[in-house]
């Protein structure tokens, strides 16, 4: 009976959101490296090598270039040290261009590995 009062909603709802902060933050330490990584390819699927991807910054009103970077053999890209929450990405080579593909991040500088390529129109 003396230890009752540890199971009421009084320790238990603090204590439930104090553990769920805790993960949360451990989880941004452990994933705000601001690396974002992806492949370009070409219509067909295949990688496209020498594309110029930029790292566009968003903000409400406008969206400015802040990195740029050149896809290796295998048509991968890699930037470092991203510190927004919310970026577009876009390709280029030889005058075609890939649409800008906008990256919603949870948190600033989350690590982030794209699934979807971004494909380059016209080639």
Do not use: K
């Amino acid at each position: 009976m003396r230890a009752s009062w540890l199971r009421s909603r009084w320790v238990v709802v603090p204590g439930a959101i104090l553990a769920i902060t805790l993960a949360w933050n451990l989880h941004v330490a452990a994933h705000a490296t601001g690396v974002i990584e992806g492949r370009v390819v070409d219509r067909s699927g295949r990688p496209v090598e020498g594309a110029i991807v930029t790292l566009f910054n968003r903000s409400f009103i406008t969206n400015d270039p802040r990195q740029r970077t050149t896809t290796g053999p295998e048509g991968r890209f890699r930037f470092e040290g991203n510190d927004s929450h919310a970026v577009q990405l876009e390709a280029e080579v030889a005058g075609h261009r890939s649409e800008r593909m906008t990256v919603r991040l949870w948190f600033r500088a989350q690590e982030r590995r794209l699934e979807t390529p971004l494909v380059l129109a016209g080639r």
